[in-house]
């Protein structure tokens, strides 16, 4: 559940619209926010969750939006800095694609939900904010989406999205955590190599 809720935020969240410095953080996401719900109404297919659309649409226009090497190096913790450089990438890498098909089997969640942006007091010395959104869904409870993002020199950057509390990172920490324990770096690399492995040929 917690994945769906997470995949499908995020998509309706982060888009195409000109990501820039000079922008707040919340105010991009309120600006993408009516582009991706438009584009879900107007296609049935990607509403739907076909498969090359979602993909498509992750890759141009979600995922260069997220900081996975941090992301990746918060969900395995520790361990990350006994790893070696190939090791992280290939981590980088799976984490990625394990995202990606998550986002494919979210959008046929999707229905009629709306997405509130709360406003944001952001100082000019600010470099890691939090963006705080609440998904309104009719007839059941309204669920808080936090978004934590960072400045960077390509523009603002998620690393960790909390939803009702939870974080996504720590989410991921724990199973991380137990696989590393059991079967190391490489056997961590190679559980999530399979499970995308098996999502492909699911799909």
């Given amino acids: 559940m917690f994945k769906k809720l997470f ?3 995020v998509l309706i969240a982060f888009t195409s619209v000109a990501w820039s410095q000079d922008i707040a953080p919340d105010e991009l996401v309120r600006k993408s926010t009516s582009e991706v719900l438009a584009m879900l109404k107007a296609d049935k297919e990607l509403a739907a969750g076909d498969p090359a659309k979602v993909d498509k649409l992750a ?5 260069p939006y997220f900081n996975f090497q941090r992301m990746t190096q918060l969900a395995v913790g520790r361990p990350w800095r006994e790893a070696s450089d190939q090791q992280k990438t290939a981590l980088i890498e799976e984490f990625r694609k394990l995202l990606v098909r998550t986002y494919s089997s979210s959008l046929s969640q999707f229905r009629n939900q709306t997405i509130d942006v709360r406003p944001l007091k952001l100082a000019v010395t600010d470099t890691e904010v939090v963006v705080k959104t609440v998904i309104l869904q009719s007839g059941a409870a309204a669920i808080p989406i936090d978004y934590s993002m ?14 009702d509390g939870v974080s996504l990172v720590t989410n991921y920490r724990s199973s991380f955590a137990t696989e590393i324990k059991n079967t190391g770096i490489d056997g961590l690399v190679k559980s999530l190599s399979d499970r995308n492995a098996k999502n492909v040929a699911r799909k």
């Avoid at 960072?150 to 939803?163: C, P, Q, S, Y």
């Fill in 150 to 163: 960072e400045k960077t020199r390509e523009g603002w950057k998620v690393f960790d999205v909390l939803i």
């Fill in 59 to 63: 890759n141009e226009k979600i995922l």
């Fill in 7 to 9: 995949s499908a935020s």
